[in-house]
């Protein structure tokens, strides 16, 4: 399993549901949640396999910014 884990700008709870439900429905073996009490708005995503360049381009393109962490 790896698990990467990339700053995002998601900040309200409805677009949190969003992002979920539409990464979850791409990629429906991750498991994926979200921090949007720390100040990155992190996103957590575990997986077999996991790419992170198509976690930030999916989300990238819904608008929102999305950028792995070291």
Known sequence: MMVEVFKTNVQQESDKSRVLAI??????????NFDLEDCDRILRVEGA??????????LNCLGYICVPLE
């Open 23 to 32: 990464i979850q429905k791409l990629f429906p073996n991750y498991k994926i």
């Open 49 to 58: 396999k996991l790419k992170p360049e198509n976690i930030v381009e999916h």
